[in-house]
């Protein structure tokens, strides 16, 4: 009997740690927008800019997000207190591309509800040393340089290398080899 | 060389195996030590270089969280065999991916830590995996220590092959090393073996052609060459010391000079050895030595040196004055002295002289001469030996002297002894002899007496009757002599021996005459001739003697001398006169035969009492006769003998000087007329009636008494009665009351009455003019009647 009691109890302790295990995961787990954040920032490390990027050296590394804002605070968390090369980084957020203007970014986002105008965006950021990222389908093939997808639940990196190589950057093999290479045009795996 | 012993080979292989594997041990050590050391940091490094590697290109994974790629960059480690396993983590700690893909996340750390370290079997590190200065996470990463203990192996394996290498090289090459080392050693060890065995000193050891050897094997030949030095000059002394020891034996087992230096001589000229050698001895006082002796050789030089046995030699002022000195003289060239001697032995061939001199006492006595033909041939050592040689040989001499003396000593004290004893053997004899003469003289008195008597009272005797008389008489007179002769032996010397003039040829030719028998008849009976010559010398002086004693030794000199040969051979007797150096005239008989000879003991003993050759046939007196004949007419006997030649005995005689006058002759008897009373007192009654008988024919009135004792009574009675007798005649040996008391008795009764004393000792007392006091006259018995006649003739008258 008392054997029996024991089970009993261990099998309910075990249910009980179950439930707040999957209660806390769900908490937890990071959101896409949340990995897509850091990984927005890691570009940073994997990407080399030419030098005149910077108009002058105590300029930001602007990472800049047009349309909708999925990090939210996020990126901002994730940027807080880092440098790229000395350079502080920052965030800064465009509602459309004529918001840009001037200004430079090293990083643009580009969300996707602002996908109908990628080519006026790509178009002002022609001459622009700028990394354009994007998670909208079939952004890489239609000129961003590097586009989020997810597969699997698993964000993979779809790069553009012509795109990039024209705005004459340079991005790592490293970054390159767990990525999926896309040429402009290309047309989109399923 | 002791067993214990290690070769030298053993210890230099051990030494160089010992020092090359010290060397390779420490090299090898070092070396493991060092490449464990540097395998342990360069592994890590390694393992680094490819952990950092792989951290690397594992930035991308980790940034863009895509865990398939991260662990295809991980499969690099495929790369390393020996990487077990690798993890990358993420910032949070949480494992990304690994390696072999599937490890549990048991074998992996929990929490990433930092840096590389060894473990119990496995290097493990962690590699921060960073892009810029973005730390993304770690590499976790385990390799295996089997790599490094593969290695350790092999380089454990290389080692046993290096040091087994090493060591066989160390060996040939100690080898040959040793070979070169030692080869000299080993040659020079074989040489002072061949030394020490065969004691062969002229033996060299060979140079070798290195430095240190040669210095070595120069060192070691000539210390051979100094012993090969000593050895000879040990040699020579060992020799010389034993030529001395030779020498001193061989002159200890001889005791007279002559032998001792013979040996000595012989020795050195065979052993020494010299070319010439004598002894000359020195006479204390003499300016001049005698040549002693002369060695083998020597005799050969010295006709050549005018140096003969007995010869002598001057002494001169260089080298043998300083010799008689006591110095030892070397005269290394003779032919540069200009002394005599020295220029003597020059002129023979000798060159270097060495004097030695003898000395005994403090006393030089004689000096040894050695020369040799080289010119400074004696070496010092040489003369040293000569000089300690020449003061055995002193001393042996010396000995040999003593030696003599003793032997002279002992041998006049055993001749003392031996006279002692015959003059206690004669004396005895002559006790007897005397008593047995006291006896026959008693015996043959009456004898005597009535002989003398009848042949003079009675004419008428036939001629045959007085012939016979005349034959008794003879020989009672003859006995009478030959009693007398008898008493003599024991006596040493009668000075009182009545001495007349003898005429020697005279006694010998009588004495020729009387022994024919003995030398003619006798041996020619046997078949032996002697032939007997006389020489005599005329004319020849006569001599002062007592004839029948010098007949009686002829006589026995002839007889020895026939007894000498029994098988004939020639007898010489020859007289001469000779004349000494002071002038003394001396007459000398000479007895020679040709016989058998006496050796030399036998001569020197021929002339003991009882001392014989002749086995039982002699009495051993007759030469002793001879002798005592000899010393009681102070003449002198000299006797040469040689066995096998013959002898000589030669009588040397002293010659009567012109002043000696010769004896009167005893004059005739002058009778008293008157008849006498006489007393006649003797215990013998034959003599007593002998006595009686002829002096009562004489007229005289006799009256005996028989005794001392009756004697005196006799004598008293008639001296009471006033007829006093004219005269006693008394015997001088009687029991109780012998002749001297009778004489004192009959003094004292009468003081003028004259006393005769007869006596069988009679001559005895008469030559020791022991007469007795109150004795008037001594007469000898057998009395004589002319004799007794005369006494009382000069008594009474």
Known sequence: MALLRGKLRLLLVAGACLIVAQALGAADAPTESQVQAVFLFNFSRFVEWPPQTFAAPGDPFVIGIVGADPFGARLDEAVHNEQINGHSLTVRRFRNISELDNDNCQILFIDRSEIARLGQILTALDHHSTLTVSQADGAAQRGVMIQFATENNRIRLRINVDSARAAGLTISSKLLRPAEIIGTGAKEER | MSKSSTPIRRTLMNMIFLASGVVLLVTSSAFCAYEFLTFRSSSIQQLQILTRAIASNSTAALAFENAEDAAGVLTAFKSDPHIVAAALYDMRGKVFATYPQGLGLDRLPARPGSGFAFGRSAVVGFQPVAEGSKQLGFLYVESDLNAMYSRMKLYGLILVLVAALSLSLA???????????????????????????????????????????????????????????????????????????????????????????????????????????????????????????????????????????????????????????????????????????????????????????????????????????????????????????????????????????????????????????????????GQMASGIAHDINNAISPVSLYTESLLEREPNLSERTRNYLTTIQRAIE?????????????????????????????????????????????????????????????????????????????????????????????????????????????????????????????????????????????????????????????????????????????????????????????????????????????????????????????????????????????????????????IVVTDLGMPHIDGRKVATSVKGVSPTTPVVLLTGWGQRLIATNDAPAHVDKVLAKPPRLHELRAALAELVA
């Open chain 2, 171 to 429: 060996y040939l090459i100690s080898r040959r090393l040793q070979h070169r080392l030692l080869q000299p050693i080993l040659a020079l060890a074989d040489t002072a073996r061949a030394v020490a065995e065969r004691h062969d000193y002229t033996v060299r050891a060979a140079p070798t052609g290195a430095y240190e050897f040669d210095l070595f094997t120069d060192t070691f030949n000539q210390m051979l060459t100094q012993i090969q030095g000593s050895e000879g000059k040990l040699q020579a002394q060992v020799g010389r010391l034993s030529l001395l020891q030779q020498i001193t034996r061989a002159t200890g087992e001889r005791q007279d000079l002559p032998s001792i230096f013979q040996v000595v001589l012989g020795s050195l000229e065979e052993n020494l050895p010299i070319d010439f050698g004598c002894f000359l001895l020195h006479d204390p006082g003499a300016a001049s030595l005698t040549v002693a002796a002369l060695g083998r050789k020597g005799s050969r030089f010295g006709e050549h040196l005018g140096l003969l046995p007995q010869s002598a030699v001057p002494i001169d002022a260089n080298g043998l004055s300083r010799c008689i000195a006591g110095e030892l003289v070397h005269e290394p060239d003779v032919s540069r002295v200009s002394f005599p001697f020295p220029q003597r032995l020059s002129g023979a061939g000798l060159r270097s002289v060495v004097f030695s001199p003898l000395i005994v006492e403090s006393q030089v006595f004689g000096v040894l001469v050695c020369a040799r033909g080289e010119a400074e041939a004696f070496s010092s050592r040489e003369c040293e030996f000569l000089k300690q040689l020449s003061e055995h040989v002193a001393l042996a001499s010396h000995q040999a002297r003593l030696h003599g003396a003793l032997q002279q000593a002992y041998d006049d004290l055993r001749q003392s002894q031996h006279t002692v004893m015959q003059q206690e053997r004669l004396r005895a004899l």
């Open chain 2, 478 to 726: 003859d006995v009478a002599r030959t009693v007398a002769r008898m008493r003599e032996f024991y006596r040493e010397r009668d000075a009182q021996l009545t001495l007349e003039r003898v005429e020697i040829n005279r006694s010998v030719q009588q004495v020729v005459e009387l022994t024919k028998p003995r030398w003619s008849d006798l041996p020619q009976a046997r078949g032996a001739m002697v032939d007997l010559q006389t020489y005599l010398a005329d004319p020849l002086p006569d001599i002062m003697g007592a004839e029948h004693e010098i007949r009686d030794a002829l006589t026995n000199l002839i007889f020895n001398a026939v007894d000498a040969m029994p098988t004939g051979g020639a007898l010489t007797v020859r007289t001469r006169r000779a004349t000494v150096a002071d002038g003394e005239t001396r007459v000398l008989i000479e007895v020679t035969d040709s016989g058998v000879g006496m050796d030399e003991d036998t001569r020197r003993r021929c002339l003991e009492p009882f001392y014989t050759t002749k086995g039982e046939r002699g009495t051993g007196l007759g030469l002793a006769m001879v002798y005592g004949m000899i010393q009681r007419h102070s003449a002198e006997l000299e006797i040469d003998s040689e066995p096998g030649k013959g002898t000589t005995v030669r009588l040397n005689f002293p010659a009567v000087t012109s002043s000696i006058v010769s004896l009167p002759k005893a004059k005739s008897a002058a009778a008293v007329k008157r008849p006498l009373r006489i007393l006649l007192v003797d215990d013998d009654p034959l003599l007593i009636k002998s006595l009686q008988d002829t002096l009562q024919e004489d007229g005289h009135l006799v009256t005996a008494t028989h005794g001392g004792h009756e004697g005196i009574e006799a004598f008293a009675a008639a001296a009471k009665r006033g007829e006093c007798f004219d």
